[in-house]
Antibody, heavy 120, light 107 residues
Framework: EVQLVQSGGGLVQPGGSLRLSCETSGFTLSTYAMNWVRQAPGKGLEWVAAISSSGISTYYADSVKGRFTISRDNSRNTLFLQMSSLRAGDTAVYYC?????????????WGQGILVTVSS | DIQMTQSPSSLSASIGDRVTITCRASQSISTFLNWYQHKAGRAPKLLIYTASSLQSGVSSRFSGSGSGTDFTLTISYLQPEDSATYYCQQSYTTPITFGPGSKVDIK
């Protein structure tokens, strides 16, 4: 059974940093690209970042470029999102999701979501 | 960036109704269009990929069509468990973009 279990969310002050983790099981992580999607309170889904199966290629939304870093440790079956210089506008539920196909970025399995609150 | 729009933004329908949601891309995306169902407090669920392919395990009451810039998601014979917000998403190019969502309520 494919599972994505997230951790690392919480309350952080503006300007602070936080690292989200997404531990995967039930499939070989090294053969799939992965990504992060978020949903701010009362808003729709927003794509945040993606990373290729090898980790060589990364892609970011303009809203987080230069502040967030997506990475992966295939040996530990884990995906990460390092968030820095956090702003109130980054407050959201963050989801990790598996990208189903290498040449078509749609998301077939999702983590449970984890809340990140940026507030003083 | 490719902008995605959806209509309607919300609708209310009765059990057994046929519901259609439309999604439009700001430029042609071929069939790189996917649909998700999202219920509050839960992870989004993939329904349809590449415009018309039904994800494994998803009810056949859901169907998708379209290509280029105009797409539709149809729910035939609406059921209580279909109450949710539905999002389209283009996977033609990065940045990946979602539509604003269409909320479906049951009368």
């Amino acid at each position: 059974e494919v599972q994505l279990v997230q951790s690392g969310g919480g309350l952080v002050q503006p300007g602070g940093s936080l690292r989200l983790s997404c531990e995967t099981s039930g499939f070989t992580l090294s053969t799939y690209a992965m990504n992060w999607v978020r949903q701010a309170p009362g808003k729709g889904l927003e794509w945040v970042a993606a990373i290729s199966s090898s980790g060589i290629s990364t892609y970011y939304a303009d809203s987080v470029k230069g502040r967030f870093t997506i990475s992966r440790d295939n040996s530990r079956n884990t995906l990460f999102l390092q968030m820095s210089s956090l702003r109130a506008g980054d407050t959201a539920v963050y989801y990790c999701a598996r990208i189903a196909a290498a040449d078509n970025y749609y998301f077939d399995y999702w983590g449970q979501g984890i809340l990140v609150t940026v507030s003083s | 960036d490719i902008q995605m729009t959806q209509s309607p933004s919300s609708l209310s329908a009765s059990i057994g109704d046929r519901v259609t949601i439309t999604c439009r891309a700001s430029q042609s995306i071929s069939t790189f269009l996917n649909w998700y169902q999202h219920k509050a407090g839960r992870a989004p669920k993939l329904l349809i990929y590449t415009a018309s392919s039904l994800q494994s395990g998803v009810s056949s009451r859901f169907s998708g069509s379209g290509s280029g810039t105009d797409f539709t998601l149809t729910i035939s014979y609406l059921q209580p468990e279909d109450s949710a917000t539905y999002y389209c998403q283009q996977s033609y190019t990065t940045p990946i973009t979602f539509g604003p969502g269409s909320k479906v309520d049951i009368k």
